[in-house]
């Protein structure tokens, strides 16, 4: 949904009573406003998976919407109503997954949770990449809960948008014990959560100049003013990073066959919803970047998104893309940090000859020597040093892997007459 529409004024006996979306629905502007659910979803009823994202030039606007919750329900979502797992269902693990970044959630009205209300299955994240600000919303029944109340888990952070931030006072639950809540800085994770929140006119007025979607003046009869129910709602993405670093063991390029450049790639793979509400795993390049002198062999990834659709960690990797002539690639991950090594395939060394006889003041020293060289213990080659090639002999471009990849050892020993 996008453009100037608008969807206003409808009336549903049950639920829905603006938008019903059984697949997936992605709203990235228009306006659903003053919707009338007898049941749940006021506005919107997400049953599989909801995308909500505008800008402040095109906002997403859900606003005056009510869902009277006849059924007693108890978290109707007078704005959006998302969905609890239903067997069978193209649905993510938590049930409806409703991903809504950019938003402002504000003088929406419920019993309980006035801008978001949530039962005991249901997960609240909220994070601070494009995310959220929750503020001046009411809760009638609950004083502790304007804002969030969900018998669930979630996830509150206190950076809002624009840099804003937001502080949050209320209880919740930590390993099955009650505590009071008062996070000023940060985020946090709790059960049975009931907080209410706290921002400045200043924080409040820089993130209506960032907001790209507007959940205000929704009302629900029992949870949720603005988002209610049973399954995932998102606020935001968490992000992550990685950090790629190439190493050379090459002998300090002894060779000069190090390039001036490198080219590696960040690849992604994890499950992402189609438009038929299926799920496929993606596993795909996302970002190419040249590696040398003029980054110091390094580069940073920020900004990932540190979830797929099915709520269940990304997978990244680097690759190297055509790697070096007489190189191999080991590639060691720990965490975000990559650390992509290039060892060359073939050693160099030079044998040479050193005499302590005071300039064969005894005239002693031989023509010439004959030093053996051994590869793993094994005879490799017999060479023959001698003055007028200044005592040395140079070893270039040898292997230095067997078969099995094992570095090879060499050794020497002179060969005594």
């Known amino acids: 949904?996008?453009?100037?529409?608008?969807?206003?004024?409808?009336?549903?006996?049950?639920?829905?009573?603006?938008?019903?979306?059984?697949?997936?629905?992605?709203?990235?502007?228009?306006?659903?406003?003053?919707?009338?659910?007898?049941?749940?979803?006021?506005?919107?009823?997400?049953?599989?998976?909801?995308?909500?994202?505008?800008?402040?030039e095109e906002r997403v606007e859900i606003t005056n919407n009510e869902a009277h919750d006849v059924s007693h329900h108890s978290f109707a979502g007078g704005g959006i109503f998302v969905e609890?797992?239903?067997?069978?269902?193209?649905?993510?693990?938590?049930?409806?997954?409703?991903?809504?970044?950019?938003?402002?959630?504000t003088n929406n009205t419920a019993a309980y949770g006035g801008g978001i209300g949530g039962c005991g299955d249901a997960v609240v994240r909220e994070f601070d990449n494009i995310g959220a600000s929750i503020y001046k919303n009411i809760a009638t029944k609950n004083e502790n809960a304007q804002d969030i109340y969900c018998d669930g888990i979630a996830t509150i952070t206190t950076k809002a948008l624009g840099g804003s931030t937001i502080s949050w006072t209320g209880v919740g639950s930590l390993d099955g014990k009650q505590i009071d809540i008062n996070l000023k800085e940060g985020s946090a994770s709790f059960e049975d959560i009931r907080?209410?929140?706290?921002?400045?006119?200043?924080?409040i007025n820089t993130a209506n100049s960032m907001a790209g979607v507007l959940i205000s003046g929704n009302i629900s009869a029992s949870g949720g003013g603005g988002i209610g129910g049973n399954g995932a709602i998102t606020l935001g993405?968490?992000?992550?990073?990685?950090n790629v670093k190439k190493v050379w063991d090459d002998f300090d390029d002894f060779r000069k066959e190090r390039p001036d450049s490198v080219s590696v790639s960040l690849v992604k793979t994890g499950m992402e919803m189609q438009d038929?509400?299926?799920?496929?795993?993606?596993?795909?390049?996302?970002?190419?970047?040249?590696?040398?002198?003029?980054?110091?062999?390094?580069?940073?990834?920020?900004?990932?998104?540190?979830?797929?659709d099915k709520n269940s960690a990304y997978v990244y990797k680097v690759i190297e893309n055509n790697?070096?002539?007489?190189?191999?690639?080991?590639?060691?991950?720990?965490?975000?940090?990559?650390?992509?090594?290039?060892?060359?395939?073939?050693?160099?060394?030079?044998?040479?000859?050193?005499w302590d006889d005071l300039d064969n003041k005894d005239n002693l020293r031989p023509d010439s020597i004959q030093i053996e060289v051994l590869r793993d213990g094994e005879h490799f080659d017999i060479i023959e040093l001698k003055e007028d090639?200044?005592?040395?002999?140079?070893?270039?471009?040898?292997?230095?892997?067997?078969?099995?990849?094992?570095?090879?050892?060499?050794?020497?020993s002179e060969i005594v007459n």
């Open 1 to 56: 949904m996008d453009g100037n529409v608008i969807i206003r004024n409808n009336h549903s006996d049950r639920n829905a009573g603006g938008i019903y979306s059984r697949d997936k629905i992605i709203i990235t502007s228009g306006i659903i406003d003053s919707n009338v659910a007898e049941g749940v979803g006021g506005g919107i009823f997400v049953f599989n998976r909801g995308f909500i994202q505008g800008t402040p």
């Open 84 to 105: 609890h797992p239903v067997s069978g269902a193209w649905q993510g693990p938590d049930g409806a997954n409703l991903q809504v970044n950019s938003a402002i959630i």
């Open 195 to 203: 907080v209410t929140a706290h921002a400045s006119e200043q924080d």
């Open 237 to 242: 993405n968490q992000i992550t990073a990685i």
């Open 276 to 308: 038929d509400g299926g799920y496929v795993n993606v596993n795909e390049v996302i970002d190419t970047v040249d590696l040398s002198e003029d980054n110091n062999w390094s580069y940073s990834w920020t900004g990932l998104s540190k979830y797929d």
């Open 323 to 354: 790697i070096p002539d007489n190189y191999v690639c080991k590639i060691e991950q720990s965490g975000i940090n990559v650390t992509v090594t290039n060892i060359h395939t073939k050693v160099s060394f030079t044998v040479k000859k050193i």
């Open 389 to 412: 090639v200044d005592w040395e002999h140079l070893f270039d471009g040898l292997d230095r892997f067997d078969s099995n990849g094992n570095e090879y050892k060499f050794s020497l």
